[in-house]
């Protein structure tokens, strides 16, 4: 009866198809490890490595390869692969761009540089100009250094400007007027006399600095009505003043001696113009004129015309020839040294006279050849307060 029994349990069990028992078995096996192992914990110090992907049909096969050959299952559970952190890409986009400051020019101080010196900078060229063309030395001299001392001082204020691109050609325009007024300032200063190169220097770098002062006035955007609180004073008239009567040529002064014992008669006779001369002394020396200029001959008459009164004093002391000066408008000329004879004749010097003697020479200065003798006059120093004038474009 038993035997029976385990007979018909045993062709139970051979009746079960071995796959479908083999897959039931599996089946079971797998899902108890997943749900009930552990995770697993990877090493301290090792960078974690994500198991290689594998999904159930790869773990029930190769459970089955296992099982029918009699080793054991070790399935190693299925682990889902983690998230991997993706670097952030940059945003791409490129930023607004940081606002550029606008600088700060100086071109409304320039404007005003402009309108406070331009009408100075005209009226004292305007004043050299003239004392040039007038060879009036002493003018000369002190307007220029007016001009000169103005123009570097602005030259100086607007080289300091920054001002936009708009606005450099008017400072560049502007800077190179004043340079020439400087220039024509320095041509003419010194102690030198004038001359004709000196003088035309001067002339065409004033020209050169009113064409661009032009520039300047044509580059603003407005004309120039501001007129600046001071500005220099500009008189064209010239100036002859001296005290006492004008006399003429051939004219004679008379006046009396220091001890009032005799009469003297003084008189310019002519003037005449050379351009050389010789003078004798040991050697034989021709002097010629600087370019531009000339010998101013002035011919000198003294006489003791008698003793008067109950003095005994008969002679009589002619005025030196440091007495003599030569005016036109503001300048003053001092005569050449000259030795007692020259190609001229005899040279006018002091000297003591005799009753009813005579005394007479050439005075030479050394003036512009441009000097107009209407304009011109020579004073005598007799002392005392007396200082008679001669005008040397009259005549009698």
Not at 4 to 10: D, H, Q, T
Not at 131 to 137: G, I, N
Not at 165 to 185: G, M, N, Q
Not at 266 to 277: G, K, N, Q
Request: hydrophobic share 40%; proline share 8%.
């Amino acid at each position: 009866m038993f035997s029976k029994e385990v007979s018909i349990r045993r062709c139970y069990i051979t009746d079960v198809d071995l796959p479908d028992a083999v897959a039931m078995i599996l089946a079971l096996v797998a899902v108890t490890l997943i749900v009930f192992s552990p995770s697993p914990t990877p090493p301290d110090h090792a960078t974690p490595q994500p198991p290689p992907h594998r999904d159930l049909s790869f773990v029930l096969a190769e459970a089955g390869e296992r099982f029918i050959g009699g080793q054991p299952l070790n399935i190693t559970p299925v682990v889902a692969p983690e998230p991997v952190d993706t670097p952030d890409i940059p945003d791409e986009t490129p930023p607004d761009e940081e606002s550029v400051p606008v600088p700060d020019y100086d071109d409304d101080e320039l404007i005003g540089l402009i309108e406070n010196s331009s009408t100075s900078l005209m009226l004292l060229a305007v004043k050299v100009s003239h004392a040039l063309y007038s060879w009036d030395e002493q003018s000369v001299a002190a307007d220029a250094a007016s001009l000169q001392a103005f123009a570097k001082e602005t030259l100086r204020d607007a080289e300091r400007l920054e001002v936009s691109e708009d606005r450099e050609p008017t400072k560049t325009a502007f800077t190179s007027s004043l340079i020439a007024y400087v220039a024509a300032s320095e041509a003419v200063r010194g102690n030198g006399p004038l001359n004709t190169t000196r003088v035309d220097t001067a002339l065409v770098a004033i020209q050169q600095g009113s064409i661009h002062l032009r520039e300047v006035f044509e580059g603003l955007d407005h004309p120039v009505f501001h007129v600046p609180q001071e500005m220099p004073e500009v008189d064209f008239s010239g100036s002859r003043a001296h005290d006492g009567e004008e006399l003429v040529l051939l004219q004679r002064y008379l006046y009396e001696d220091r001890n009032r014992a005799n009469d003297i008669s003084l008189m310019l006779a002519a003037v005449s113009r050379v351009s050389t001369y010789c003078c004798y002394n040991e050697v034989a020396e021709v002097v010629v004129a600087d370019q531009g200029r000339v010998f101013l001959l002035v011919e000198v008459r003294a006489t003791n015309l008698g003793h008067k009164g109950d003095s005994r004093v008969y002679r009589i002391q002619t005025p030196a020839i440091s007495a003599f000066t030569l005016h036109y408008r503001d300048s003053t000329y001092s005569p050449v040294k000259l030795t007692p004879w020259t190609s001229l004749g005899e040279s006018y010097g002091v000297a003591t006279l005799d009753r009813y003697e005579k005394k007479s020479g050439y005075i030479v200065f050394d003036v512009p050849e441009a000097l107009p003798l209407d304009e011109c006059y020579v004073r005598v120093n007799l002392g005392g307060g007396e200082s008679p004038v001669w005008s040397l474009g009259k005549t009698l």
